[in-house]
């Protein structure tokens, strides 16, 4: 878990030191963003509080961590291999997903016509490339869009000294990794199992969909199992920062934790972080005249039962909705649903403004519905899981 974090503050910390170099007009330098990613990265593993450890136990809880400590050797060792089995199985699914995209089963269109060539250019411009963005003829690939991946996946070719196609679709299966072991006990694996079907399924592999989930199950696993604000607020700012879809994202799950947690000004510590830095991402492109997606907010609502009905046939992900009853299913059968309340609220509203956003669709609705739905619906699917994790413990 600590491993995790420390990747997602890191992630956070370098592209955001990438916008704000190109914002000043500063040429990036790839080594001296690596030492900063080295240092981010130590700082938070150090800091990442452990679920056993944090400082909100309750009364039962704290009995059963005291109750391990006084566990005898053999009970010790049978707990270790437990925990060395949940580790081979996430491990196991992160190799799957990496032969689905080493063997190309898995690659989505976006990282060769969208994500892709803006990382080849930042890389090579050495900042934000704001005339290739600006071009017309580049206009579909939305210049004021979120650019935490394109940073990222441009820092990594500095690095590398070019860029390669295969190292998104690598990061895929490493992010699954990852984002399994935020979940602690058997939710780890069951979220392993869920993303590496959902990632095959829906093509996700090199898009920004596997990052914008690792941030948000970073969020929602240090509200729910951590009590970390600090963490959660920079989770949401990477959301934030990788998608349209994680600005409201982060809505959700702040106002879900103000009314979970009935702590409002806690909550708004935590929207500081993703509200700063999607401000001066927006800021940036009104500035240099890019403003395209959050410019949609004002096109019409367009009510059709066919969309939605598109809309819940892509949720079947062609398995007669079999992800959707594995997360329930632990749910439902759960006796306290009191530490699973945070994820299943984030879970209903992400479901609502994914159906907001599908019907304020200007064109093509049941196209974009057909090639997006699959991979957009992981993260209410992902929060479920969350859910189901936090109730079965």
Known sequence: MRVAYAFAVAVVCVTTAMFWASALGMHWNAWVLLILAVLVACFAWVRAPHPALRATLSRGEREMYLSLLSLSLRERVAEGRVRGARLATIVAFALLTAYGVLTARETCADLLYFWGPKAVRFAAAGGIDLAFL???????????????VPLAYAWAAMLAGGFSYWGPLLLTALLLGLTALLVPGRGGVLMAALLAFGYAQALAAGAADPMLIFFEVAALSALTFLDAP??????????AMTKVEGAAFAVVAIVAYAIVSRRPLRAIGIAVTPAILLGSSIAFARMHGMIDSYARGTTPLVWSPEALGAIVRSASYHAYYLPWLAVLLPIALAKQLKRAALPLLVAAGSLAYIVFFYMHADANLEFWIAV??????????AALAVAAAAASE
């Open 372 to 381: 997006s739905a699959e991979r957009v619906l992981l993260t209410p699917l």
């Open 134 to 148: 600006k071009a017309p003829e580049h206009f579909l690939m939305h210049p004021d869009y979120p650019p935490l």
């Open 230 to 239: 600090l963490l959660a607020s920079i989770a949401l700012a990477g959301a």
